[in-house]
């Protein structure tokens, strides 16, 4: 088995420190909320099945932490070429061109993002007045996923937009570590 540090281990040496540390906190948050919800719904099931009685806010709360690990998580995914992406057309054209197509799909993202993040916080909005069923808090909370994701997603995007455009982004196939046939 190979010892080296692969890709992933290590972090990216042409982050600067500030986008270094906003990746790494958006990481963070997105594990927290994950491993909650993992705990609650073990909790709950737990409770319920051996028990005898359920947690009556757990399911709430974790339905709410999928949402938000969901939106969290969209820039980082977007970030490592981990979203579905058809490169069959910009694979088989002229160079310039490929740029160009690519400025064109960054500035349609940006562009639905930024749309996303406005209609989400005007949701949100107009949500704040009405409550979660279980918990009884603001529903703009549980809502305020889509304009805080879609604005991460945002920043994510700015931040790539240069390796992106010049072809250098990471893709799928760069991220999945090759399988050698000696360690099936």
Not at 135 to 150: D, F, R
Request: charged share 15%; with cysteine.
């Amino acid at each position: 088995m190979d010892s080296s540090i692969t890709e992933g281990d290590a972090p990216n040496p042409s982050l600067g420190p500030v986008e270094t540390a906003f990746v790494k906190a958006n990481e963070v948050v997105v594990v927290a909320m994950a491993a909650t919800m993992v705990v609650l719904v073990l909790v709950n099931v737990v409770c319920r099945y051996l028990l005898g009685f359920s947690v009556v806010w757990a399911e709430e709360v974790s339905q709410y932490l999928m949402v938000w690990v969901a939106f969290l998580g969209a820039g980082l995914a977007l970030r490592q070429g981990r979203h579905v992406a058809v490169e069959l057309l910009q694979d088989h054209i002229a160079a310039g061109t490929k740029r160009t197509l690519r400025w064109g799909i960054l500035l349609a993202v940006l562009a639905f993002l930024i749309c996303t993040t406005v209609l989400g916080v005007m949701f949100s909005w107009f949500a704040k007045d009405m409550e979660t069923p279980v918990l009884n808090i603001s529903m703009a909370i549980p809502y305020a996923a889509v304009p805080v994701g879609s604005l991460l997603a945002a920043l994510h995007t700015l931040l790539i937009a240069r390796s992106y455009v010049a072809g250098q982004h990471e893709t799928s196939e760069s991220i999945e570590a090759p399988v050698n046939e000696g360690e099936i």
